[in-house]
C-alpha cells in the first residue's frame, strides 16, 4: 500500500499464542470473536426494529427502550464498536 506522501506500509500482523489446553477459554474467545460480534449486532438490530417498527403498546414500548438503553449502556462500557 501506498500513501499520499508516497510512503510504502508493510502490512501488519499480529500473533496470539495460546497455552492449551491451559487456554483453552480465552483461545476460544479468540476464535468466535467474530462470531460474537455478529450475535451482538443482530441483537442490536433486532432491537432496533422492535423500538422503530413494531406496534408495541406504551408498556411494551418502554420496556423495549429500556433494554436498548441498557443493552448500548453496556456496549459502550466495554469500548464494542458495532
Do not use: C, G
Not at 23 to 48: F, G, P, Q, S, T
Not at 49 to 73: A, C, G, P, S, T
Amino acid at each position: 500500500m501506498v500513501t499520499r506522501n508516497n510512503t510504502i506500509l508493510k502490512p501488519m500482523k499480529a500473533t496470539l499464542e495460546f497455552n492449551l489446553p491451559e487456554d483453552k477459554y480465552e483461545w476460544e474467545n479468540a476464535v468466535n470473536a467474530d462470531r460474537m460480534m455478529r450475535a451482538l449486532w443482530d441483537i442490536n438490530d433486532e432491537l432496533r426494529k422492535l423500538w422503530k417498527y413494531e406496534e408495541l403498546n406504551e408498556d411494551e414500548w418502554n420496556m423495549v427502550d429500556r433494554i436498548r438503553e441498557k443493552f448500548n449502556e453496556i456496549i459502550n462500557e466495554n469500548q464494542i464498536q458495532l
